[in-house]
């Protein structure tokens, strides 16, 4: 990237400490202002494994149980919510349709269009069945993680962004991290997202408030230290447990062994397990690659739509 155009910041973590980190390119085109590691991004779906943590938090705390029945906390949802547990919201199982399709399919096309969460989860309560039986496939779903978002309030009293507030960026002095629930809210030092055009760039961005499935604004420094809670967890009761937890892939209802656990895709890469997840919204990618064994991480945050995070990051992993 040059210096007049939007890029990305890369953090390269080795045993709790960056051994590399530096911004590429502009976080805001008008006002020339440059991408540093205190630049803070939209992450989109990487923001996943936040909601997941909050979710095993509060079963930690014995406010709701990972195998209840979506319809215990959404009684007003169809039969089929009934089969329905958390915990395959969590690993992707559950079959509910993506809200963000069925919005698109309502006409919601462009970055602008606006609409609520209760939009959002009325369109899902109007779905008369799932994909699948729950639990039989994997497939990605929005739908489950706006769900989760909702299930936060429903059983702490706390929204989602005050929630993991308290319990897991502040805990962590995950000072320029939040999940970002109005759009018309000042954050400083955020990097606008942009969208490569024939002449150049256009600004792409949301005034969508949903969190959950997405909606975590944090920069290259304050993920250093979520990186670090994976080795020495201070959340919570303390302990491995909730990293276990979080970390260890799930099943379907035959056995089927998953790749993907609380928020996080676990697999092997050239025979080292790897800890991961991306994300791609509007203007934003971004990709977080963790090789546990080797207290190894990569993070790469953009605010292009191009930019190719996992492809970078994996340029970077080869390197090291």
């Known amino acids: 990237y040059d210096d007049n155009s939007p890029g990305c910041a890369l953090g390269v973590i080795r045993n709790g400490e960056f051994t590399y980190r530096r911004g590429y390119g502009l976080a805001n085109m008008e006002y020339d202002i440059p991408i540093s590691s205190s630049t803070v991004f939209r992450i989109g779906s990487t923001s996943k494994q936040f909601t997941a943590a909050a979710i095993a938090l509060l079963a930690e705390q014995g406010k709701l149980v990972l195998d209840d029945p979506l319809s215990k906390y959404y009684p007003g ?88 507030a308290a319990n897991i960026f502040k805990p962590l002095g995950m000072e320029n991290t939040h999940f970002h629930d109005d759009h018309t809210h000042i954050v400083p030092l955020r990097a606008d997202g942009y969208e490569p055009t024939e002449d150049g760039y256009r600004i792409s961005m949301t005034t969508l408030d949903m969190v959950g499935d997405g909606g975590v604004y944090t920069t290259i420094d304050d993920l250093l230290l979520w990186d670090r ?12 447990e909730l990293i276990t937890q979080l970390t260890t892939p799930g099943s379907l209802n035959d056995g089927t062994a998953l790749e993907y656990a ?42 292009r739509s191009d930019g190719a995070p996992s492809w970078k990051g994996g340029k970077v992993v080869d390197h090291f």
């Not at 969590?90 to 919005?103: C, E, F, K, M």
């Not at 809670?229 to 009761?237: A, I, M, Q, T, V």
């Open 229 to 240: 809670n994976f080795y020495d967890n201070r959340l919570g009761k303390g302990g491995p």
């Open 262 to 303: 609380f928020g996080l895709s676990v697999s092997d890469y050239r025979g080292l397990p790897r800890v991961a997840h991306g994300g791609a919204f509007v203007g934003f990618r971004d990709d977080m690659i963790r090789f546990p064994e080797q207290q190894f991480s990569a993070i790469v945050l953009c605010n």
């Open 77 to 164: 949802f169809p039969a089929w919510a009934d089969k329905v547990t958390i915990r395959q919201l969590v690993l992707h199982t559950s079959g509910i349709r993506d809200y963000l399709q069925l919005a698109y399919l309502a006409g919601k096309v462009n970055d602008a269009d606006y609409y609520t969460d209760e939009w959002a989860i009325s369109l899902l309560a109007k779905q008369r069945e799932t994909n699948f039986p729950p639990g039989d496939r994997h497939l990605y779903s929005n739908s489950g993680y706006l769900l989760m978002a909702h299930l936060v309030e429903k059983t702490s009293g706390l929204s989602l962004k005050d929630y993991a």
